[in-house]
C-alpha cells in the first residue's frame, strides 16, 4: 500500500471549515483514500473514501487532485466533538486489503 | 461501536501471566481484526481473520495468539506478557469486501497495563 504523509496537527476556530491536508505521490491505480477520526483513544471511526472523484456524505467532503497524489479532507463547519486524530489511509479494496495507519493528523477545534 | 464489544475495559496484570482479550461482533461480519496502538503512534496491525478457518499474523505478531472460534467470536492472547505489550488493544469487523469498499468497525478497545 501507498505511503501517505501528513502534518501532525492544525487547529481551527468553531464553526469554520477544516482542510486536512495528505500527500499520498506514491498511490497506485486501484488504490483509494480512506479516511479515519479517533477521538480521544475510542476505536477509529470511518469518515469517507474516494477514487479520483471528489466525495461527500453528511460527515465531510474529500477532495483528490486529478493526479491523485494528494487529497484533502473538508470538515465544512467544525465543532468542538470533530477534535480528534485524523487518519488518511491509501489501500486496495481486493480481497486481501488491510488498513495501514500512520501518527495521522491532530485537529483540535478551538472556542 | 456497541455492534463491536471487548472484554475486558481495562486489565492490569504482571509479567509472566497468561492473558486473553476477547471480542464480540454482531454485526454479522466475515472479518475480524486485532489492533494495538502505543502512545502518539497509529494502530498497527497484530492478526486478522477472514472467516472462522482463517487465520493471519499482521505486521506484529510475535508474542501474539488468536483464536477464531466462530464468525462472532476473535480472541488474543497474551501466552506470556511482558512490559512492553502495555497498550490500548482494539478489535475490528468489516464486510466481505463489495462494491469497492472495505470499512472497518471497531471496538471500544482494551487498556492492557502488564507490570
Known amino acids: 500500500d501507498a505511503k501517505t504523509t501528513q502534518p501532525p496537527s492544525m487547529d481551527c476556530a468553531e464553526g469554520r471549515a477544516a482542510n486536512l491536508p495528505c500527500n499520498h505521490s506514491?498511490?497506485?491505480?486501484?488504490?483509494?483514500v480512506y479516511w479515519y477520526r479517533q477521538i480521544h483513544s475510542q476505536g477509529p471511526q470511518y469518515i469517507i473514501h474516494?477514487?479520483?472523484n471528489n466525495e461527500t456524505n453528511e460527515m465531510a467532503s474529500l477532495i483528490i487532485t486529478e493526479d491523485r497524489k494528494s487529497s484533502t479532507l473538508i470538515l465544512p463547519h467544525a465543532t468542538l466533538r470533530d477534535t480528534a486524530v485524523y487518519y488518511c489511509?491509501?489501500?486496495?479494496?481486493?480481497?486481501?486489503?488491510?488498513?495501514?495507519f500512520g501518527k495521522g493528523i491532530t485537529l483540535s477545534v478551538r472556542p | 461501536d456497541a455492534d463491536v464489544t471487548q472484554t475486558p475495559r481495562n486489565r492490569i496484570t504482571k509479567t509472566g501471566k497468561r492473558i486473553m482479550l476477547e471480542c464480540s461482533q454482531t454485526?454479522?461480519?466475515?472479518?475480524m481484526y486485532w489492533y494495538r496502538q502505543d502512545p502518539g503512534l497509529g494502530l498497527r496491525l497484530i492478526y486478522y481473520s477472514f472467516d472462522v478457518k482463517d487465520i493471519n499474523k499482521g505486521e506484529i505478531s510475535d508474542g501474539y495468539s488468536v483464536s477464531r472460534q466462530a464468525q462472532a467470536k476473535f480472541s488474543l492472547s497474551l501466552e506470556s506478557a511482558i512490559p512492553n505489550q502495555t497498550a490500548l488493544y482494539f478489535c475490528a469487523t468489516s464486510d466481505a469486501v463489495q462494491m469497492g469498499h472495505n470499512e472497518q468497525f471497531f471496538g471500544p478497545g482494551t487498556r492492557l497495563t502488564v507490570l
Open positions: 474516494g477514487l479520483k
Open positions: 489511509i491509501v489501500t486496495t479494496t481486493g480481497a486481501n486489503s488491510k488498513l495501514t
Open positions: 454485526k454479522g461480519h466475515d472479518r
Open positions: 506514491t498511490i497506485s491505480g486501484n488504490e483509494y
